[in-house]
């Protein structure tokens, strides 16, 4: 029946926790499975952005540093040829010939005038940047010499003209060169082509007074004809600046460009390598563009491309197509790895299932097939463990249920001697009453109502009325033992506190103790009074037990001695029973602020008080 019974609540066991364990084993498997591929899918993702984001900083500043390159190889040429301008310039400022002429102002066709014009015409054509300028005019007061290129030959009077152009102060005054006006159409030419005007004063040779001043038309062709031959991806743009004139160059011309930023204060202050630097603006009709400028040799001058937007996608999609390609290499490489671990974790899940199965249907024995080489073998370990310690329990819980039947059955038979004992007890006392001898009688009573109250029950706490009652018949029994020379009086100051509980044989060793320790050494009678009354300590409820003597006393280390180790000086059955022992057995029972107290007076007296809390005994709970 016991098999039977264990067998069913173990079923019962198995099938609750299976049906947890299989939810929990496809809820543990679908967590693997969630987790595994949202840390791949996310590591994948994560390696994918900032591949992306890098390859995308590297691809820009690739393509930042080769324009800068490209544009600096450029923007040289353009500088070379304009400085082919500014030393043309400087002649013109600083030759004798030009001077004498300036300050002599000869007419035309004279001698000075004829060898001035013949070695400015010369140098002129000795410039670099000849080509560039076809129009180079020195002006004196009231007349000019010119060298200028057949097509934009004219009649105009330039020493009357130049004076009435809007921009003739400005330029001629300014500290520098002055290019604001920008590319503008060539006031002396019919068809207005377009030139970039220069305007510098010549001095007197002796001092730095004007005198006159340098007429130069730069041609845009000094512009376009690097950038003819310069390489641009269809989608960049060339744009050049010139003192807040903003042009972009489109079917092999200069065209003026309206931007809606300004590129020279939109440029932002990061430089890759001396002057140039990235900005970044937004058009409506290009969109967002990143420039790279540079510098010209020439005041508030720049030039400037834009980004290849077309070079930036190919490039990114050649790169996102390898990523993707090892991106799928590393997603199916964790997908075989997870499909791996999921099937090396469920296979031993369902055979660890299977065995805890064979287990809930009585099968106790031990299966090595689950004892892996792994932490899943430990589980498979324990399991068997578990299953012959469970057979061994069974076993054992078998011959225990033997052995109590046994034990009862002795029990029945030691029952046979305590009634046995009371029954013969009751005879002498009947024989003692009949023969007249009282005092045979009353204590053949107590001891038989002591050695009742002694054998019958197992329980801890009795109330105090028992208590009293246990120690009226022990001390009856002493009384006729000394002769009637001890007395023992009970005060109890209300009667509820018969109701309140106490542990069983509590007053018995303390009186033996009054009995033998205090009034025996006396040799003369002695008294021992019981007063049972409450106590109030520390604003709770208790009840206090004295029992007083007026025996020999004793010190107060006697008095520590006993109440720290056992009495067994007494020669009675009680003698196991020590002060000690009920000092320590009240406080395991109420706690350590209760137990036994003591107060003595060598020669004259010995209190022993009993502090116990007040509570009510109740015999239903403590039978």
Known sequence: QLVFSTTVFLRLCYTECMKKTVYHSKSIRNRILFFTLSAILGMCLLISLFSYYIFQHY??????????????????SIDSSINDVYRLVRYCQTDSNIAKYIEH?????????????????????????????????????????????????????????????????????????????????????????KVLPILRPITYQYNSKQAGYLFIEVSTDLFTTPLKD????????????????????????????????????DMSSHSLTGDTQI????????????????????????????????????QAVLFIGILACILIGILSIGIVLMLLMNRMITVPVSHLQSRMKRIAE????????????????????????????????????LEDEKQKQDLEYKMLQSQINPHFLYNTLNSIKWMATIQGANGISEMTTSLSRLLKSISKGTSLLIDIREELSLLENYFTIQSYRYGGTIAMNI?????????????????????????????????CAGHIQIHVGYEVADTTDRIRIDVTDDGVGMTAEKAAQILSSNDDSSA???????????????????????????????????IMSIHIPNIIFKADENA
């Open 572 to 606: 009675d059955f009680f003698r196991e029973i020590g002060v000690s022992n009920v000092h320590k057995r009240l406080q395991y029972q109420f706690g350590a602020e209760y137990g036994i107290t003591i107060e003595s007076k060598v020669g004259e007296y010995t």
């Open 362 to 397: 009585g099968d106790f024995s031990r299966d090595s097939s689950i004892e892996w080489d792994h932490e899943l073998g430990d589980i498979g370990r324990g399991i068997n463990d578990l299953s012959e310690n469970v057979c061994q329990l069974m076993e054992r819980r």
């Open 491 to 523: 005060q109890v100051d209300d009667e509820s506190l018969y109701n309140n509980e106490i542990i069983k044989f509590t007053l018995q060793p303390l009186v033996e103790n009054a009995i033998f320790h205090g009034i025996e050494p006396k040799g």
């Open 279 to 314: 900005s970044r603006i937004h058009s409506q009709a290009k969109g967002e563009q990143i420039l790279v400028t540079t510098p010209l040799n020439m005041p508030d001058c720049y030039l400037s491309q834009s980004i290849s937007h077309a070079e930036q996608t190919n």
């Open 59 to 76: 691809l820009q500043n690739t393509l930042i540093q080769s324009t800068e390159t490209s544009l600096r190889l450029l923007s040289e």
């Open 230 to 265: 310069y390489s641009c991806p269809e989608d960049s743009y060339l744009y050049l600046t010139i003192a807040g004139h903003s042009y972009i160059y489109e079917d092999n011309e200069l065209r003026e460009y309206e931007p809606e930023y300004n590129l020279k204060e």
């Open 105 to 193: 102002n000869p007419n035309p066709g004279s001698v000075l005038s004829v060898s001035t014009y013949d070695s400015f015409s010369e140098e002129c054509s000795r410039n670099g940047a000849y080509n560039y300028m076809p129009r180079i005019a020195v002006v004196s007061q009231e007349h000019y010499l010119q060298v200028v290129a057949t097509t934009y030959s004219s009649t105009a009077d330039l020493a009357e003209q130049i004076p009435l152009l809007p921009y003739y102060e400005e330029l001629l005054t300014a500290d520098d060169y002055d290019f604001s006006t920008g590319i503008i159409a060539d006031p002396f030419h019919r068809a207005g082509r």
